[in-house]
């Protein structure tokens, strides 16, 4: 488990403890902060395929092999590898596993706030 996710599961057993009203205003601020890190990790996630894909294409069209080490330089002119490797890692633990998002996107307003207003209460 990475530091980000350790982080994350720490936020989710703080605002399962947390006593109303704070559980309330924990909730607002936590949103933001996932937010914030599933924005960060989307756009490192979105440059390093883009421009693998563009080295890939040129490598095909001059019939030459792949060569790793040009492949990651290419991506590190755009992107570090660091932060490559930890959007990789963070993805996970923000992103859910299952349908649970868009069958969410897909709710009324107030079918998702009564939805919301159930779990806070539990």
Known sequence: MTLKAENIKLK????????EPRRT?????????LEAHVEKAARVLAK???????????????????DVVVLWAAVEEA???TA???AVA???ALVPEDDRSA???RR???????????????
């Open 48 to 66: 390093a395929p883009k421009i693998l894909t563009e080295e890939l294409v040129l490598v095909a069209e001059a019939g030459a092999d792949p």
């Open 103 to 105: 069958k969410a996107r």
């Open 12 to 19: 989710e057993q703080t605002i399962k403890r947390a006593k």
């Open 79 to 81: 992107v570090p590898r």
């Open 108 to 122: 009324s307003p107030s079918e998702s706030l009564l939805i919301r207003r159930q779990r806070v209460r539990i």
């Open 84 to 86: 490559v490797a930890g």
């Open 90 to 92: 963070t993805a996970p």
């Open 25 to 33: 205003m924990l909730l607002p601020a936590t949103a933001c902060q």
